[in-house]
């Protein structure tokens, strides 16, 4: 059995640091339209997403193999 909670924990703590630096990045790269910062802040803010939704799927698997273990 995995542990699936672990997993889901770093990756929601990565996702929201992702998240967040994305958003400061972008403002940041608000103010220097030509610069690589506001595609940097892109990647980050998509990033940060995925990392999210991988937790979201860690957290429902754990519930589903908890369930089947039940049974």
Known sequence: ???????????????????AGG???????LEFPNSMWLQTALGLLVTGMMAQGYAMYCSIR???????SER
């Open 1 to 19: 059995m995995s542990d699936w909670r672990t997993n889901a924990l770093i990756a929601r703590g990565m996702g929201i640091v992702f998240i």
């Open 62 to 68: 754990r519930v589903r193999e908890q369930r089947d």
């Open 23 to 29: 958003f400061m990045l972008g403002i940041y790269g």
